[in-house]
């Protein structure tokens, strides 16, 4: 399965980078609400609205973008292979979970300029404003880590779940993953559960476990029981 560490990482970073995004934006817009050339707030106000926020937003996100999407090569290369899987279906499991990602990105614009307008006529500060926007649905630190984590983990299952649909009927699996004070009643109940089939699995917990785990930021996933503990790599140019 993929190494949660190096997930672990990668969302770290993300999250990281996303907040200094934030900071850039708000720093370079309220520097533009001082320019001598806005006598009055609606003045910077008109200017503002004119602004292509998104376009911005995705310009200076680029390499962030780019970051999450060569992750998957990384989450691959710690997986095992388990069954045949193409190359196309690879690139379409990976552009799936990369456009997703841009998506959350994109949202950031529109709550970065509703922030700084609110900023600019009550005239709080750039860490007010910075702090505002944190408080956004699923643009804070700890929430871009989360969605990073979700999103790689759920890709490496995504993977997993095609191969495993090419395994016998009688193949069995084993829940795998930390085990810990984060760890949910559902995946410890999973983990316990021992060695099942596909259709067990399925009849005790549902299909979606597969690929959701125990659910958003879930560590853990079904292997087949035989599996080697050797990495083997999927692919390396995804």
């Known amino acids: 399965m993929a190494d949660q560490t190096k997930i672990d990482n990668i969302a770290a970073q993300v999250a990281r980078q996303t907040d200094q ?7 370079d817009l309220l520097t533009l609400s001082k320019a001598d050339r806005f006598q ?3 003045q910077f106000l008109f200017a503002l609205d004119q602004l292509d926020i998104q376009e911005l937003v995705r310009i200076k996100s680029a390499n962030i973008l780019q970051g999450y999407t060569q992750a998957h090569t990384i989450v691959l290369k710690d997986m095992d292979l388990i069954a045949d899987i193409t190359e196309e279906t690879l690139r379409s499991l990976t552009n799936f979970s990369t456009s997703t990602f841009a998506e959350h990105l994109g949202q950031m614009g529109n709550i ?7 900023g600019a006529i009550a005239g709080t500060t750039e860490k007010a404003i910075f702090d505002a926007i944190q408080q ?3 643009l804070s630190g700890k929430q871009m880590e989360t969605l990073v984590t979700t999103g790689l983990n759920d890709y490496s299952r995504s993977v997993s779940k095609v191969m495993i649909d090419q395994l016998g009927d009688n193949q069995k699996y084993r829940y795998v993953g930390a085990i810990d004070d984060r760890t949910r009643d559902l995946c410890l109940d999973m983990w316990g559960a021992g060695n099942l089939t596909k259709a067990e699995i399925e009849s005790r917990f549902g299909a979606s476990v597969f690929i959701s785990g125990g659910g958003y930021n879930c560590r853990h996933q079904w292997i087949p029981v035989e599996a080697e503990s050797k990495s083997k790599d999927v692919r390396t140019d995804a």
């Open 40 to 42: 009055t707030i609606d």
């Open 136 to 138: 956004q649905a699923g």
């Open 21 to 27: 995004l934030q900071q850039e934006l708000v720093r």
């Open 112 to 118: 970065v300029k509703k922030e700084i307008v609110k």
